[in-house]
T-cell receptor, first 112, second 114 residues
């Protein structure tokens, strides 16, 4: 158990819909990262937040957005969902940027 | 793109040591070598990391060559539960810097067989 929690574990939705994935970092960690893992793309970095502020962006689509709240939990919002958005979404956290990252169990999203 | 090269797959007999190689010939002086593993579709699990010296923890040992261009992760007594994809990643230790994301390659699929 890494100490990072993610909800929900599974999510099934339809194309065009919007979903929100939630992540609670380890106690004391200020930095939160979001990664997407699809069958054909492997694990890809989406976005990083540090103490409530966006710190780095990766291959995140404009239809996706994220935020980190004052209690340091983070949410990843995915809108106008497409079949290709079906993937595992992982959240990771670290004490500071560039410190060791610990991953949550992931949310499996299936878009039908 | 990932800055590391790993064999796509390896087999290991249960109870034997598993030695997983990684090439990172373009590693910079401020970059650490990290190892993670992913069992089935679970979240990647941190194993170990190092800069120059060899490192050991309760899970594994990390041997880094003197020129830092390659490393080997050693699982001393592999069990069936060690079957996973193992990722070698180089990442800068830029404390407080602007970028801390990990770049994952395809990793090595380790199969531990009875």
């Amino acid at each position: 158990d890494s100490g990072v929690t993610q909800t929900p574990k599974h999510l099934i939705t339809a194309t065009g819909q919007r979903v929100t994935l939630r992540c609670s970092p380890r106690s004391g960690d200020l930095s939160v990262y979001w990664y997407q893992q699809s069958l054909d793309q492997g694990l890809q970095f989406l976005i990083q937040y540090y103490n409530g502020e966006e710190r780095a962006k990766g291959n995140i689509l404009e239809r996706f957005s994220a935020q980190q709240f004052p209690d340091l939990h983070s949410e990843l919002n995915l809108s106008s969902l497409e079949l290709g958005d079906s993937a595992l979404y992982f959240c990771a956290s670290s004490v500071e940027t560039s410190e060791t990252q610990y991953f949550g169990p992931g949310t499996r999203l299936l878009v039908l | 793109d990932a800055k590391t090269t790993q064999p796509p797959s390896m087999d290991c007999a249960e109870g034997r040591a598993a030695n997983l190689p990684c090439n990172h010939s373009t590693i910079s002086g401020n970059e650490y070598v990290y190892w993670y593993r992913q069992i089935h579709s679970q979240g990647p699990q941190y194993i170990i990391h190092g800069l120059k010296n060899n490192e050991t923890n309760e899970m594994a040992s990390l041997i880094i060559t003197e020129d830092r261009k390659s490393s080997t992760l050693i699982l001393p007594h592999a069990t069936l539960r060690d079957t996973a994809v193992y990722y070698c990643i180089v990442s800068p230790m830029n404390y407080g810097g602007s970028q801390g994301n990990l770049i994952f390659g395809k990793g090595t699929k380790l199969s531990v067989k009875p």
